[in-house]
């Protein structure tokens, strides 16, 4: 097929609003976390960029979407771009540049390297976390969005959906976020109680706000051409987030006063988990699936706090939780005549759907924890994950990267 | 001479430069500080549930006065720092064994 100049501009402007979400999510952390660590935390999220940003052209892309191996992988046959041109992929996004659905897909394995992060801030050792970066996005993220995404890949062959990386990208982030942290353990005082106050709420509600911004060439984008299905894709995309992020509010209200942290925290988990769905549910079941996925997030979270889990920016309750409602809720609200590459789900009465979203999110989930946890066994037992107890404590703005987020003689 | 250390409540930052200054003290430091008494933390909210911020920001002047000036000078602060609430601070009295103004070189009484 030729190259449909409509649908490539609007891909290469999603891959570019896919790009702007990795500082998102550096700010949206950054915020979070105590004072003396928000460059650590920062350059977490945007030292993806440059990390995953090479391997992915220089072989993650093949090994994702390359031919086929047995449903599990991809073969080597995209090896440094070898046979990724200007000319559309046979198989992929075939009214685009191969170049450009390549790029697209690498804008989502930097954020979902970079999500993770959340969990591990304030303790983790830069170049350990670099070392188990690089070895997560081989060993289990290509894997898994060959699975679902590859030409061949055996959730894709089974009829799972996710539209636009609801499974691939959070939920793998959400549960190895959660298996990562297990492993490194809690802050030094966290057990204690002693309180980790965010450092700066505007600038998480700054990354969130780009987060939102960006969501839109993640879920409209993801749609790979622009047309009917985008615009679709977009408004289910706002919807969910608006649900969400007012359910969260009210929430919070109720407890006791509606915060801006909160309300925050609400639209990104509104975008979670409309992620699967985007593309195959109509735009006003944004409104359900918005609200329960703040629903779920909140309490998720208030468990995880409960059951004193380090898991320090709830990376697990957000994008785990959230991305699984989404690909469950896809299983409920999907309906054929949104996307005809989709299916029905349990409203239009198939009821088997719900059943291939639950394998694709169990699957998932036991493979990215498992393989989390050996990887992250690894690099500690080889270079160690953590930091010293007086680098923790001096903060690893200083100990890990010899600057500091606010600087000058009075403070 | 005598140095006055008043924490007080940030708000009242105006009103007590103001009565300083009524009794003749125009010279003073301020600075932001943390600090708790009886009116202990306050509770704030995280993402869901609540923590506890146990200092609290408040503000301390400090002002170097003539030993016959303490009396009045306490009075000023207390009355125009004063709400009623737990909160409203603490002033200490410390003595001052010299005082030199850089400029000049004067010692004692005259260079406050």
Same mark, same amino acid.
Do not use: Q
């Given at each position: 097929m030729p190259v449909n100049p409509g649908d490539t501009a609007w891909i290469l402007i999603s891959s570019a609003l896919v790009m702007l979400m990795t500082p998102g999510v550096a700010l949206f952390y950054g915020g979070m976390v105590r004072r003396k660590n928000v460059l650590s935390t920062m350059m977490m999220s945007f030292a993806a960029l440059g990390l995953v940003g090479l391997l992915w052209v220089l072989y993650g892309y093949s090994l994702s979407f390359g031919t086929d191996i047995g449903g599990i992988i991809g073969r080597l046959d995209y090896l440094g771009l070898r046979q990724v041109g200007q000319e559309p992929s046979p198989i992929y996004a075939s009214t685009v540049p191969h170049l450009a659905f390549m790029i697209f897909q690498?804008?989502?394995?930097?954020?979902?390297?970079?999500?993770?992060? %959340? =969990?591990?801030?304030?303790?983790?050792?830069?170049?350990?976390?670099?070392?188990?970066?690089?070895?997560?996005?081989?060993? !289990?993220?290509?894997?898994? =969005?060959?699975? !679902?995404? @590859? *030409?061949?890949?055996?959730?894709?062959?089974?009829?799972?959906? *996710?539209?636009?990386?609801?499974? !691939?990208?959070?939920?793998?982030?959400?549960? +190895?976020?959660?298996?990562?942290?297990?492993?490194?353990?809690?802050?030094? @005082?966290?057990?204690? @109680?002693?309180?980790?106050?965010? &450092? &700066?709420?505007?600038?998480?509600?700054?990354?969130?706000?780009?987060?939102?911004?960006?969501?839109?060439?993640? &879920? /409209?984008? +993801?749609?790979?051409? +622009? &047309?009917?299905?985008?615009?679709?894709?977009?408004?289910?995309?706002?919807?969910?987030? /608006?649900?969400?992020?007012?359910?969260?509010?009210?929430?919070?209200?109720?407890?006791?006063?509606?915060?801006?942290?909160?309300?925050?925290?609400?639209?990104? /988990? %509104?975008? !979670?988990?409309?992620?699967?769905?985007? @593309?195959?549910? +109509?735009?006003?079941?944004?409104?359900?699936? %918005?609200?329960?996925?703040?629903?779920?997030?909140?309490?998720?979270?208030l468990l995880r706090m409960k059951l004193r889990i380090d898991e320090s920016l709830d990376v697990w309750a957000v994008h785990g939780m959230g991305g699984a409602w989404g690909a469950l809720a896809t299983g409920i609200f999907a309906s054929a005549a949104v996307n005809a590459a989709g299916a029905d789900g349990l409203l239009m009465g198939n009821v088997l759907q719900l059943g291939k979203q639950a394998i694709g999110v169990m699957a998932v989930g036991a493979f990215a924890f498992a393989a989390t946890w050996v990887l992250g066994k690894l690099v500690d037992v080889t270079v160690g994950l953590r930091v010293g107890s007086m680098e923790e404590t001096v903060g690893l703005d200083i100990s890990q990267h010899g600057e500091r987020a606010y600087g000058g003689l009075l403070r | 001479m005598k140095k006055i250390e008043a924490i007080i409540r940030e708000e009242k930052l105006e009103p007590v430069r103001k009565s300083l200054e009524a009794n003749g003290y125009f010279g003073m430091t301020v600075s932001e500080v943390s600090g708790r008494g009886r009116q202990k933390g306050i509770p704030l909210q995280w993402r869901v549930g609540e923590y506890r911020v146990d200092f609290l920001p408040k503000i301390k002047i400090e002002v170097v006065v003539l030993d016959d000036d303490v009396p009045r000078t306490l009075n000023a602060i207390t009355a125009s720092a004063r709400t009623g609430e737990m909160g409203d601070g603490k002033i200490f009295v410390i003595p001052v064994e010299n005082a030199v103004r850089v400029r000049t070189g004067e010692n004692g009484e005259n260079a406050i």
């Open positions: 690498a804008m989502f394995a930097i954020i979902t390297v970079a999500l993770i992060t %959340g =969990a591990v801030v304030e303790r983790i050792r830069f170049g350990a976390l670099l070392l188990f970066s690089a070895l997560w996005l081989t060993l !289990v993220y290509c894997p898994v =969005a060959h699975w !679902v995404w @590859g *030409d061949g890949g055996w959730l894709a062959k089974l009829g799972a959906l *996710d539209f636009a990386g609801g499974t !691939v990208v959070h939920i793998c982030a959400g549960i +190895s976020a959660l298996a990562l942290a297990l492993v490194l353990g809690p802050r030094r @005082g966290f057990c204690h @109680g002693e309180p980790m106050e965010p &450092n &700066n709420v505007p600038m998480v509600m700054l990354g969130a706000g780009l987060l939102w911004f960006g969501w839109f060439g993640f &879920n /409209a984008g +993801s749609a790979l051409t +622009s &047309n009917g299905l985008a615009a679709s894709a977009f408004v289910a995309t706002n919807t969910s987030a /608006a649900a969400a992020a007012f359910t969260w509010m009210v929430l919070s209200w109720m407890y006791r006063r509606p915060t801006l942290l909160g309300t925050a925290t609400g639209a990104v /988990a %509104g975008l !979670v988990a409309i992620t699967p769905a985007a @593309g195959f549910v +109509s735009p006003l079941m944004g409104i359900p699936i %918005g609200m329960g996925a703040a629903i779920i997030c909140y309490y998720c979270m | -």
